[in-house]
């Protein structure tokens, strides 16, 4: 966390309260806007690749692997499930701090289904995991009743741990009249509830660097919840010099009507290194972007899954290869119609009236379910990048925007990991390896990066998974 949670104090009835206590409540909600509207890395799933896969083999073979914080008490996941000729078998499995798999999901068997939510209670309970630790997830698929050339897949859009809110109460009331201590210390247990049931982690995404051409070519397709107001972009890509290469972003709700949110300039190049474009805010409440949802007919909603498709053009023989890219949600931090906007006392002020002190009360119920600025507790998985045998085989990078203090990336010792930043992703920093060259989960302190700053994109590289977190991870 790099702006920390302000000190609310409590209060007892007869305190003289000053100003800067009175807007310690203000300091709590303001905080928590920020988190809601804070950038977050979409879910990549694709098609092929390793964040979808398939089998022809009859019984259990992971065709999906990724990595996830534990934290939470829910597991969340959605899923679209295939099969030719037989029928689609399939479970989601963890690797335990036994190093054994263990299942995590009931069998899923034979229904096909191009869409389907899954919530489960009680993982916290599950064998063998520790909260504050991070566990390996697979899915495991096999076809039965197989025919001829049989086969089935699964595509994993989403999978999430989530907490359960403790401590709310129902926010106070406030009417002319003296006022309790009880009533503001209400308000102090609602504000630290919901501090406690936002995630601890932001996942960065994973990365694909392969090569291409063609015109628009559908380079990645990503998932993410809405909240307003859209996207923040950046590609790195190269081709050959004097070749040309561009970047578009579309967005879609059924993943069959397509808005086209964004375009970049066309790029020359003037070398073989890398070229970077950057659509910094890609506001889909205004302008070219929301002329083109309204044209699709595309009405967007607070927590409504977005598809998100990367394209790039690239109209010279020689093609483009995408090295890594940085899609992130993007706000411009204006809260929703009917945030009350909580007010700001000033020393000697005599204005502690009902009306100011019922904004403390509706800015607290706008993250409550069903609230205009609702909290979401997801606790995001990411996608590995390949097959753990093969780890290593490439350069596998991570990205996102950099808001928690502690980089938690999965290392080798034979491959270091190094970190890139500023405005070409030219600040590079090494990074701490394993002893050993088996891989292993390294916690680093990103205070140490000077060029790295609050909401900066970047770049990991040479690891297979990395997040940031406000605490060092457990690591054994």
């Known amino acids: 966390m790099l702006v920390p949670f302000p000190a609310i104090p409590d209060v007892a009835d007869g305190m003289i309260l000053s100003a800067g206590q009175m807007n310690a409540y203000k300091s709590g909600v303001e905080w928590l806007l920020g988190e809601a509207h804070a950038p977050i890395a979409l879910w990549q799933f694709g098609s092929g690749g390793p964040w979808n896969g398939s089998t022809s083999q009859t019984t259990d073979q992971p065709v999906w692997w990724g990595h996830m914080y534990h934290g939470g008490d829910t597991l969340h996941f959605i899923y679209g499930a295939s099969a030719y000729n037989g029928a689609c078998v399939f479970k989601l499995i963890y690797i335990g701090d036994d190093g054994n798999p263990h299942d995590a999901t009931p069998t899923y068997d034979g229904a096909y289904t191009s869409w389907q939510e899954v919530t489960i209670t009680g993982i916290d309970h599950l064998p063998y995991m520790t909260k504050g630790k991070v566990y390996e997830w697979r899915v495991q698929c096999h076809v039965k009743d197989a025919g001829t050339n049989a086969s089935a897949g699964v595509t994993l859009f989403h999978l999430s741990e989530h907490k359960t809110l403790t401590n709310w109460v129902t926010p106070p009331s406030f009417v002319t009249g003296p006022s309790s201590a009880a009533q503001l210390n209400t308000l102090k247990q609602d504000i630290l509830a919901l501090y406690s049931y936002l995630s601890p982690t932001n996942p960065l995404m994973v990365n694909d660097p392969r090569a291409g051409t063609g015109s628009w070519i559908p380079w990645g397709t990503y998932i993410f919840r809405y909240r307003p107001h859209g996207l923040s972009v950046a590609a790195r890509a190269s081709c050959a010099t ?19 949110v964004w375009t970049s300039n066309m790029v020359t190049a003037i070398s073989n290194d890398p070229a970077v474009v950057w659509g910094d805010a890609i506001d889909f409440t205004t302008g070219d972007a929301a002329a083109a949802l309204a044209e699709q007919g595309i009405v967007l909603h607070l927590g409504d899954y977005l598809f998100v ?3 790039l053009n690239s109209p010279d023989s020689g093609g483009v290869r995408m090295w890594q890219q940085v ?13 009350a906007g909580a007010h700001l006392f000033s020393q000697g002020e005599t204005t502690v009236t009902p009306s100011n002190l019922t904004k403390y009360t509706n800015d607290v119920k706008a993250f409550y379910t069903g609230g205009v600025e609702e909290l979401w507790s997801e606790n995001m998985g990411f996608c590995a990048f390949r097959d753990p045998s093969t780890w290593g085989v490439m350069p596998q990078s991570y990205s996102g925007r950099h808001r928690k203090r502690w980089l938690c990336y999965l290392a080798s010792a034979t491959s270091p990991a190094t970190l890139h930043c500023g405005t070409g992703f030219t600040k590079t920093t090494s990074l701490p390896s394993p002893t050993s060259g088996d891989w292993a989960w390294q916690c680093y302190d990103l205070e140490q990066v000077s060029t790295l700053f609050p909401g900066g994109a970047y770049y990991v590289e040479n690891v297979d998974g990395a997040f940031e977190c406000d605490i060092p991870l457990v690591t054994s």
Request: a positive charge; aromatic letters at 12%.
């Open 242 to 260: 004097g070749h040309h290469w561009q970047a578009r972003v579309m967005v879609s709700t059924d993943r069959s009507h397509w808005a086209q």
């Open 309 to 311: 498709q990367l394209q």
């Open 327 to 339: 899609i992130t949600r993007w706000s411009s931090q204006v809260p929703a119609s009917g945030w």
